[in-house]
């Protein structure tokens, strides 16, 4: 069974950061993109970024953009996420995906075929 389980969320200060973890099992890595989402109370889930195994192309939501950074070990099947400059705004669940994106990165949520529990992050101002 295909598992991805995500890490390193918690609560943290605006303007701090934190660092979420997408360890990834049961599949071949290489053949996908690993993507993360949040999904904030009472919001719909949104794509956050995406990076693709094979090459390491990646591929940000513009609210983001300068502040995180995805970056990928294929030799541990991991995806990580270091986030900055952190804002109440980012509060939400953050969940981490698998998807053979065949269309190119993007945050497509059909796509995506494996999703993890989500690791939960909350930005106090």
């Known amino acids: 069974e295909v598992q991805l389980v995500e890490s390193g969320g918690g609560l943290v200060q605006a303007g701090g950061s934190l660092r979420l973890s997408c360890a990834a099992s049961r599949f071949t890595f290489a053949d996908y993109a690993i993507g993360w989402f949040r999904q904030a109370p009472g919001k719909g889930r949104e794509g956050v970024s995406c990076?693709?195994?094979?090459?390491?192309?990646?591929y940000y939501a513009d609210s983001v953009k300068g502040r995180f950074t995805i970056s990928s070990d294929n030799a541990e099947s991991t995806v990580y996420l270091q986030m900055n400059s952190l804002k109440p705004e980012d509060t939400a669940d953050y969940f981490c995906?698998?998807?053979?994106?065949?269309?190119?990165?993007?945050?497509?949520?059909?796509?995506?075929?494996?999703w993890g529990q989500g690791t939960q992050v909350t930005v106090s101002s």
């Open positions: 995906a698998a998807g053979l994106l065949r269309h190119g990165l993007g945050f497509d949520l059909y796509e995506y075929d494996y």
């Open positions: 990076i693709s195994s094979s090459d390491g192309s990646t």
